[in-house]
Structures are given as C-alpha cells and as structure tokens.
C-alpha cells in the first residue's frame, strides 16, 4: 500500500469470458497489493498486483493476467492428452507521479485499439511470429 491510500477490490466473483464460455472466477487470496481468482477447477486463474519500487527511478508496476491451463494432444505420442498452460497480461509501468489514472487508461485505450483493429489481425499476425 503506497501513502496510506486504501485500494478497492474488484468485483467477486470475477466474470471471465473466453470463446463465448464464460466463468465464474472468485477471490481465492487476497493480499495489500495482490488478489488470486480461480475457477472451481483450477483451470482459470486471474492475478491482479502492484509493486511500487521507490528509489532510484521510483516506478509502480500494475499487472493485469490471466492463466489457463487444458488437456491438448501430446506432441510426441498424439494418443496421450498433455496438460499445457498459457498466460495473458497487461503490466502497467508508470513513474510514481506525472500520470493519472485517466491518462494512463488512454494510453491503454490506444494499445488495444491498436490491437483490435481489423478484427484483432495484429494479435493474429503478432502470435504467427509477425513483428
């Protein structure tokens, strides 16, 4: 907690939609500067954290992400079901004064926007290895 400011929670349980399936994440930890969520399955997982560095070039790192994990057919043997996991997020990396949250969320907006454009064809081309 920075400067004795009290942060809010986010919602709980969280509402997490992936390929039109959406699913119940509650709070399953909850710290001064981090809250876990998990599906009942322990399949989705969602982080939200803040890390303040004071100091030299003081900073305050905001992260945003999600992990999954599922069954896909094992590389070597494909008759055998392998668990794999990825992760998404969004990390925020602001000086601890000069933006507020409103100018960083526009910044934010930008990038997605940026993202989403044509149907999201540069998260497409980005995870086909185009930079």
Known sequence: ???GVMPMSLTDPLSITISGVTSSVPRVS??????????GDGLLTATFSH???QGKGDRTR??????VRKLAPDVFKPSENV????ATYVVFDLPLAGYTPTEAKAVFDGFI?????????????????ES
């Open 1 to 3: 907690m920075l400067l």
């Open 30 to 39: 909850v710290g001064d500067d981090k809250s876990e969520y998990s599906s």
């Open 51 to 53: 890390l303040y560095q």
């Open 62 to 67: 905001r992260m945003a992400r999600i992990d």
């Open 83 to 86: 668990e794999v996991s990825m």
């Open 113 to 129: 926007a940026t993202l989403n454009a044509s149907s999201g064809a540069m998260v497409t081309k980005l995870l086909g290895g």
